[in-house]
């Protein structure tokens, strides 16, 4: 069977491919720059990209560039009242950017919507949740340690709220060992361990010794063990 075949190519200059990898390069210290630096003029033409779109689709990329800036304290309270607008959004990309610069700009005085947030448990919101765990984290508040060590049980959260409660230090510690028992899944159990291996101290010991001897977390114990030992 012949097949015919048509093959066409173009040759491109060395100049001009280098020429386009110092652009690149380029774009990336860019954006670099945007993402450590706070910048409010940059915030505010994003800002008006996002109104311009007034709630269609069109908003989802200025409000994702707006979630990879640094934050500006001075805009805080405009880009929290526009998100928060957006966050009703019938779309529920555009609901879920926004939800994600909120929970970037998100205070203390912003717990109770974190909390709401973090318990979604729409399959779009899963960075959300991630960020909202990580401002609760931030906004220190023991009160919602329970809430924040609850998250392991949630296979798409464990990894990334492993991070926060170690973020946390010693503090989270004595709320770990008081909710252990109350977390029965296995993979759960061992992040909790893993937790503690970085920031547990000799009050872990008798609650990881008696796991060292539980077939399913023995590894993970012996190892909290000898971490927490080493640093006596």
Do not use: W
Not at 65 to 78: H, I, N, P, T
Not at 97 to 109: G, I, P, R
Not at 208 to 221: C, P, R, V
């Amino acid at each position: 069977i012949d097949v015919p075949v048509r093959i066409t190519y173009t040759l491109r200059s060395v100049e001009e491919m280098q020429r386009e990898r110092e652009q690149a390069e380029a774009d990336r210290k860019q954006r670099e720059v945007e993402r450590t630096t706070p910048n409010p003029e940059i915030v505010d033409e994003v800002l008006a990209q996002v109104k311009a779109q007034e709630g269609g689709s069109g908003a989802i990329a200025p409000l994702s560039r707006l979630g990879q800036l640094a934050v500006v304290d001075s805009k805080r309270d405009e880009v929290l009242r526009v998100m928060k607008n957006h966050m009703s959004n019938s779309n529920g990309f555009v609901r879920k950017s926004a939800t994600e610069v909120f929970c970037l700009y998100a205070t203390a005085e912003h717990l109770p919507e974190l909390r709401q947030i973090v318990k979604d448990n729409d399959s779009l919101m899963i960075e959300s949740r991630k960020r909202a765990s990580q401002a609760i984290a931030k906004a220190g508040n023991t009160d919602d340690y329970p809430l924040l060590i609850g998250l392991v049980n949630d296979g798409f959260l464990r990894t990334d709220v492993k991070k926060v409660l170690i973020s946390i230090g010693p503090a989270i510690e004595e709320p770990i060992l008081k909710q252990f028992d109350s977390i029965t899944d296995i993979f759960s159990r061992n992040e909790l361990i893993d937790v503690l291996k970085k920031i547990g101290t000799s009050r872990s010991i008798p609650a990881l010794e008696k796991l060292a001897s539980d077939g399913h977390a023995k590894y993970n114990a012996s190892q909290a063990l000898d971490a927490i030992r080493a640093r006596q």
